[in-house]
């Protein structure tokens, strides 16, 4: 079920199918449009926390997943993330998944 969430031209990646199925991502297929971006992220190895404002490259995928705040609902504990490629400008390269991260599964 993982896997199905990953876009077109997406990178089967375990240590985010490992969130996935632990809840910790949550799959959503809308696509993201707005990249304003606050901070970037990448796994490694570990779940996401709101507040890093630092980027991780993931050592295996070599992914940067990308968390909008302001696409935040609630009381911000849910935030957009886009996983894109790092060695292409933001905003130019293709979407290779998009989610929801619930920033309070900790």
């Known amino acids: 079920m993982a896997g199905d969430s990953l876009l077109s031209g997406g990178v089967p990646d375990p240590v985010l199918e490992e969130s996935l199925e632990s809840g910790r991502i949550i799959p959503d297929v809308v696509p993201c449009?707005?990249?304003?971006?606050?901070?970037?992220?990448?796994?490694?190895?570990?779940?996401?926390?709101?507040?890093?404002?630092?980027?991780?490259?993931h050592s295996q995928a070599g992914l940067q997943f990308v968390i909008d705040p302001e696409g935040a609902s609630g009381k911000g504990q849910m935030y957009s993330v886009v996983v894109v490629d790092p060695d292409v400008p933001l905003g130019l390269g293709p979407i290779l998944h998009y989610a929801a991260v619930n920033v309070s599964a900790r």
């Open 33 to 57: 449009l707005d990249l304003k971006v606050k901070a970037r992220f990448a796994l490694a190895g570990r779940p996401i926390v709101c507040g890093e404002q630092r980027a991780l490259q």
